[in-house]
């Protein structure tokens, strides 16, 4: 719901004209009272001057102080005294007249044609006579008056206007009211950043002047937008500062738009019971000021939060009288938001060709005004409701476009702060996996495929604040046949709009006959057009999958399939109520096949049971319990392809995780016998496009030199590591240190400084054994101790200009959290972007806080299978886990490997540590994210 700013008392009446034309009827006239002269002058004048009833109502309430009661018998008094009126007319009329008065008059009415029609006479007056302080003003209303009418183009270009004559004569109040004005225009049309640039700029403006109305009205709009990008907490703090600068000024009609956004809030956070309660504040308010724009959005809200309690009668009854009243006050935004409810309640109660035909109406609306939110809410709730209709081919292509016109904001809004970009992806995310959830019912899983890469390239952007990540993302793009359907669709939307506004009330329009041919032309072609869509969906259900695959394969997912023999590229979809799994495998020389499969297990069991996994896994105790968990895991995520595995040799496993299976050393999974590591290779990428598989390490080590630097002193509050001294001299071979395995140089403890990088540029390994702090929150709070005891900031891996030659990164001291069911696992994956998008292939970090001896043998057996020259990164990284399994006399200690967790605040425990380490605790929680080879 968006709140415009208000403009009672902006143009109020001049109190020195009045008084005078009083004293001239006076004076004139001896015995005639100044309130007699008030109550029939202005009465008469204003019938003269003003036809509309109601206006002139609003004008003796509002600009002449009356009191309501005495405005409800003007209309039955006589003219007693035609002379003084007459008289009085003389001086009053050019008042009563004034286009400024007038107009601001018709749009507190929510007349905004009429009112357009007296601020365009307000402004060429004002333009005549050279008073910029009026031009002004009447740029401003026109500004508003276009707000309220959806015209958010035209309400930016007048409020533009309005802020540089306000810059050029120093008005600050007014610079305020126009970057406000700005912002909410910007809100409207889904660009949340430069809505809450301008908010932040009006609110400013306000403390400084002690504005406390438009300081009010600042943090309400920021509320909004900060609403729209799903951020609900931060929406309830701005408004409820409002509601109570509005209840403190008190301004009625803010405080009951205050109460209305918290409303708003509420009902996303699904807490319908106080949403109504502060919605039937705000009507009450409305309806005692007779405010009919925020009655109409109270009332459908009111709808909104009935609807969710399921209470659809009530919901449509609320809805309706929005509907009526948004028509009455011409207010195209809202009527958009009347239909779009009362589409959504009736594709609750069953009847989704009702609910269609709202949505059109919505989606007619919404590009008329060019309201970017509203077009993208109204596709995706058309596709929703043709597939529960059955129609899959064509909810596939209003889902497509949906995503599309997100994928449209999404570029606007790159330079909010990254919980903000994050709180949208949230937001829209069903769109998505709804898509690529009945993509992969039709067969479609390659386009599925390429949703998914779409989710998971945004999801990194949002976290990173880097809009490259990913390259440039082109939506999800409609197949040839399905574009042959969009035209003649849009075509019956806008005729169905026009007919409909047509056949509201009688006496019907005279282009009725005309508009209802034209509609049923329009939708003659566009089932002439669905026909072929579906008849080509099932021509293509019935052709050979692997063909379809091949003539529309991605290249980037190809490569990482065809990279090495035996491969499988597989993608894990977790949905609310549902996995899916779809994996490629290579079909013959050229080919590569994709395929899916569906398992019975929703989001919130499989994110509960990866936290219990990972609790079990953590700690090194009863093993037979984390076998039992870890194959529960194993029978949803590799389960159900393993036949397929087996019967293809399949040797490596690459992952493309999602959502809570982020968290899962996929290694560790269990099929009843054998851990998965002892059967398959297996590593993790973040997306196909994100990952390089054209670069492989030499296979003399001479040519692949480590630079490796670590920390093994205490520094404040993380522990010493004192095993990280034997672990990187067991890596690096030097004269004096001829046992290490590979050529390089070591720099540990003082020598660590933020100067050991510019020796980046002679190796081809970078590997860092010290303390570190990842949050999941925020990248620019993560961070790597140096030797020294200063922090490198991880997002400052990007300015290490010379990380392109670099290969792999080893990461052996950090950690993730655990999980849970409101938990992405973005985390994981951001933590070794910068890496990979600085020029690094892969990198290899853990998952949690490791055992400090266990990880320098771990890492030795990697580097000296590694140093073989014979075998991938993977297969390095493999063997060494399965040393570590099969071994029964390591040496360890009782020394973490860190002492920080990834989580902001805590600190790693000392272990209990048996000399057998077979468990997973110990070699499990190192992952390979990258290119593989």
């Known amino acids: 719901m968006q709140q415009v700013a208000w403009n009672y008392g902006e143009v109020l009446a001049q109190d020195t004209r009045r008084k005078r034309a009083l004293l001239v009827g006076i004076n004139d006239y001896p015995g005639t009272s100044a309130q007699d002269l008030k109550t029939q002058g202005l009465w008469y004048q204003l019938k003269g001057a003003v036809t509309d009833v109601d206006l002139q109502r609003e004008l003796l309430i509002h600009r002449f102080e009356f009191h309501p009661d005495d405005v409800l018998v003007l209309s039955d008094r006589q003219a007693t005294r035609q002379n003084i009126l007459d008289k009085f007319e003389q001086h009053l ?182 949403a109504i309660e502060y919605e039937q504040q705000w009507l009450a308010i409305a309806r005692e000021i007779k405010d009919r724009q925020s009655e109409g959005a109270a009332l459908g809200n009111l709808g909104n939060a009935y609807s969710n309690l399921g209470n659809y009668a009530k919901a449509i009854e609320y809805e309706q009288q929005h509907l009526e009243i948004a028509r009455e006050i011409k207010d195209r935004q809202s009527q958009g938001k009347a239909l779009g409810n009362l589409g959504l309640a009736y594709q609750d109660l069953g009847n989704y060709a009702k609910a269609i035909e709202y949505e059109q109406q919505v989606l007619a609306i919404a590009r008329e005004i060019k309201d970017r939110q509203s077009e993208g809410k109204a596709l995706n709730n058309i596709g929703s409701s043709l597939e529960k209709q059955q129609q899959p081919e064509l909810a596939i292509v209003f889902y497509k476009q949906s995503v599309n016109v997100r994928e449209s904001i999404r570029k606007d809004i790159r330079t909010l702060p990254r919980e903000q970009q994050e709180s949208y992806t949230q937001t829209v995310a069903y769109t998505y996996r709804r898509l690529a959830d009945l993509l992969l019912s039709q067969g479609r899983v390659l386009e599925a495929q390429q949703v998914l890469e779409l989710l998971k390239i945004q999801e990194l952007r949002d976290y990173t604040r880097d809009t490259r990540a990913g390259g440039e993302t082109q939506g999800s793009p409609l197949t040839p046949v399905e574009s042959r359907v969009v035209p003649p669709y849009n075509n019956v939307v806008n005729l169905g709009l026009q007919l409909t506004e047509c056949e509201r009330q009688p006496p019907y329009c005279s282009k009725r006959d005309q508009l209802r041919s034209l509609r049923d032309q329009a939708n003659a072609e566009f089932n002439k057009q669905a026909d072929k869509l579906r008849a080509l969906a099932k021509q293509q259900r019935q052709r050979d999958p692997a063909q379809i695959q091949q003539e529309e394969l991605t290249v980037a997912a190809q490569k990482i399939v065809q990279s090495q023999p035996k491969t499988v590229l597989i993608y894990p979809l977790v949905l609310e109520d549902k996995l899916w799994l779809v994996w490629g495998t290579q079909a013959g020389k050229q080919g590569v096949v994709f395929n899916s499969k569906l398992v019975p297990v929703g989001r919130k069991e499989l994110a509960t049971t990866v936290v219990e996994f990972r609790q079990l896994l953590e700690q090194p105790g009863d093993v037979k319990e984390l076998q039992k968990v870890s194959q529960k895991l194993y029978q949803w995520l590799v389960a159900p392809l393993r036949a397929e595995l087996d019967s293809n040799h399949i040797q490596n496993l690459v992952f493309s995780l999602d959502r809570s299976t982020r968290y899962i050393p996929m290694a560790a999974l269990f099929d009843g016998k054998k851990y998965l590591i002892e059967s398959f290779n297996t590593s993790i990428i973040l997306t196909a496009g994100l990952t390089d598989t054209s670069d492989r390490l030499s296979p003399k080590i001479e040519n692949d030199p480590v630079l490796a630097l670590g920390l093994s002193e205490q520094f404040g509050d993380f522990k010493s590591l004192p095993n990280v001294k034997d672990e990187i001299n067991g890596i690096i071979r030097s004269q004096s240190n001829p046992n290490g395995i590979y050529p390089g140089l070591s720099l540990i403890n003082k020598d660590f400084t933020k100067d050991a990088f510019k020796h980046l540029i002679d190796h081809r390994i970078l590997h860092i054994a010290t303390h570190a702090q990842f949050t999941s929150q925020n990248p620019e709070d993560s961070f790597l101790v140096l030797g020294d005891g200063n922090l490198f900031k991880i997002p400052e891996v ?124 110990y070699w499990a929680p190192f992952i390979l994210i990258g290119n593989g080879l």
């Open 93 to 274: 009329i050019q008042w009563v007249k004034s286009p400024d008065d007038v107009g601001v008059a018709y749009l507190d009415l929510g007349n905004y044609a009429k009112a357009i029609e007296y601020e365009q006479q307000h402004l060429e007056i004002a333009r005549e006579i050279k008073d910029r302080q009026s031009e002004g003003g009447a740029l401003d209303n026109l500004g508003i008056a276009y707000l309220y009418l959806g015209n958010y183009a035209k309400a930016i270009e007048y409020e533009q206007q309005h802020l540089e004559i306000a810059r050029e004569i120093k008005d600050r109040q007014s610079q305020g009211k126009a970057l406000g004005n700005l912002g909410i225009a910007y809100s409207n049309l889904g660009n949340y950043a430069k809505a809450i640039e301008y908010e932040q700029q009006h609110l400013e403006i306000a403390r400084e002047i002690k504005d406390r109305q438009g300081e009010g009205k600042a943090l309400g709009s920021l509320g909004n937008a900060y609403l729209d990008l799903g951020n609900y907490a931060k929406a309830i703090e701005y408004e409820q500062q409002w509601l109570a600068i509005a209840r403190e000024i008190k301004d009625c009609q803010s405080e009951g738009a205050a109460l209305g956004n918290l409303g708003n809030a509420y009902l996303d956070l699904g807490n319908y019971a106080k």
């Open 798 to 921: 990007k300015n290490l200009t010379d990380l392109g030659g670099i290969h792999l990164v080893v990461l052996s001291a950090c950690e993730t959290a655990r999980g849970g069911e409101d938990k992405e696992g973005i985390e994981v994956s951001g933590l070794s972007y910068y890496f990979l998008t600085s020029g690094a292939k892969s990198v290899i970090a853990s998952l949690w806080l490791v055992n400090d001896a266990s990880t320098s043998q771990l890492m030795r057996y990697f580097y000296q299978n590694l140093a073989t020259g014979k075998i991938t990164k993977t297969e390095a990284l493999r063997q060494a886990q399965l040393t570590m399994i099969a071994g029964k006399n390591q040496n360890s200690d009782t020394k973490d490997r860190s002492s920080v967790k990834l989580t902001p605040g805590n600190r790693g425990q000392a272990a209990t540590i048996s000399r057998d380490l077979s468990h997973p605790y």
